[in-house]
T-cell receptor, first 115, second 110 residues
Framework: DVKVTQSSRYLVKRTGEKVFLECVQD?????MFWYRQDPGLGLRLIYF???????EKGDIPEGYSVSREKKERFSLILESASTNQTSMYLC??????????????FGPGTRLTVT | GNSVTQMEGPVTLSEEAFLTINCTYT??????LFWYVQYPGEGLQLLLK?????DKGSNKGFEATYRKETTSFHLEKGSVQVSDSAVYFC?????????FGAGTTVTVRA
């Protein structure tokens, strides 16, 4: 089974703190994604990575950055957390882009609260 | 751009009732369509998918048919169970990117 794990299920941080969310997948997938999930808005893509050290902005990249130094690990960084970044963060991975089998597999999510 | 609109919830049903969740999409080209399900406290799981017009996806008693003429991908189940209580997301994939609907919360009561 594909497994996508996220470092924390729940996280509470203070405004202005630097926050790291970690995601690891064990299926040697090329693509990895970070989404945030908010009630009534569904999931919105923050950043996407299609290879080590490669990244592309999603729909809402402002206030976030990412790092992918190893194929299996994709980190989301909040440089200076703000209260409007309180949300559920979901990581996903998939096979290489364009693959007909490229469905995305999701981690359990990290619920981040910024106070 | 690409977008997905699904019926708003919450939806509350009794066990063995019929469930329909409407989903329509706007997209250029020929996207693949998906239904994902999120059970309480868990991440999203792929429920079913369809990759071209008139394809029917099915899984766990759920079905959805890719209707290009009406740009729809409605989810149906003939007899729901308490264990089907979850949030359901319709999504489309164009290239690498998934675009999601807002989600529909379904509660099934015994």
């Amino acid at each position: 089974d594909v497994k996508v794990t996220q470092s924390s299920r729940y996280l509470v941080k203070r405004t202005g703190e630097k926050v790291f969310l970690e995601c690891v997948q064990d299926m040697d997938h090329e693509n990895m994604f970070w989404y945030r999930q908010d009630p009534g808005l569904g999931l919105r893509l923050i950043y996407f990575s299609y290879d080590v050290k490669m990244k592309e902005k999603g729909d809402i990249p402002e206030g976030y950055s990412v790092s992918r130094e190893k194929k299996e690990r994709f980190s989301l960084i909040l440089e200076s957390a703000s209260t409007n970044q309180t949300s559920m963060y979901l990581c996903a991975s998939s096979e290489r882009q364009g693959s007909p089998l490229g469905e995305q597999y999701f981690g359990p999510g990290t619920r981040l609260t910024v106070t | 751009g690409n977008s997905v609109t699904q019926m708003e919830g919450p939806v509350t049903l009794s066990e063995e009732a019929f469930l329909t969740i409407n989903c329509t999409y706007t997209a250029t080209g020929y996207p693949s369509l998906f239904w994902y399900v999120q059970y309480p406290g868990e991440g999203l799981q792929l429920l079913l998918k369809a990759t071209k017009a008139d394809d029917k996806g099915s899984n766990k008693g759920f079905e959805a048919t890719y209707r290009k003429e009406t740009t729809s991908f409605h989810l149906e189940k003939g007899s729901v169970q308490v264990s089907d209580s979850a949030v359901y997301f319709c999504a489309l994939r164009a290239y690498y990117k998934l675009s999601f609907g807002a989600g529909t919360t379904v509660t099934v009561r015994a």
